[in-house]
């Protein structure tokens, strides 16, 4: 069964840093490309970032760019997303899923993990 398990988010002024971990199970992770996804209130679900398989590619939407390093370890089935200099336009619960791009599993998704900016 494919699961993914979000953590690492919570309150942060603006300004601020959180690291976000995704436990992932049920398939080959290491010949999968992965990829973050949030989604705000009232908000469709949007891509954040992907990192290749052997973490040599990784892609950036505009708002993440400089600010977000999402990186993978393939020993633990994990997949991480650094993220500095956070905004109040970056609250929303975060998601990790398979792919580049898009989500590849798109029918199984985690809980993810709410991350709030605010002061």
């Known amino acids: 069964q494919v699961q993914f398990v979000e953590s690492g988010g919570g309150l942060v002024k603006p300004g601020g840093s959180l690291r976000l971990s995704c436990a992932a199970s049920g398939f080959a992770f290491n010949k999968n490309d992965m990829s973050w996804y949030r989604q705000a209130p009232g908000q469709g679900r949007e891509l954040v970032a992907g990192i290749s398989s052997d973490s040599y590619g990784r892609n950036y939407a505009d708002f993440a760019h400089g600010r977000f390093t999402i990186s993978r370890d393939n020993d633990k089935n994990t997949v991480y997303l650094q993220m500095d200099g956070l905004k109040p336009d970056d609250t929303a619960t975060y998601f990790c899923?398979?792919?580049?791009?898009?989500?590849?599993?798109?029918?199984?998704w985690g809980e993810g993990t709410l991350v709030t900016v605010s002061e």
């Open positions: 899923n398979a792919g580049y791009y898009r989500p590849n599993m798109d029918t199984y």
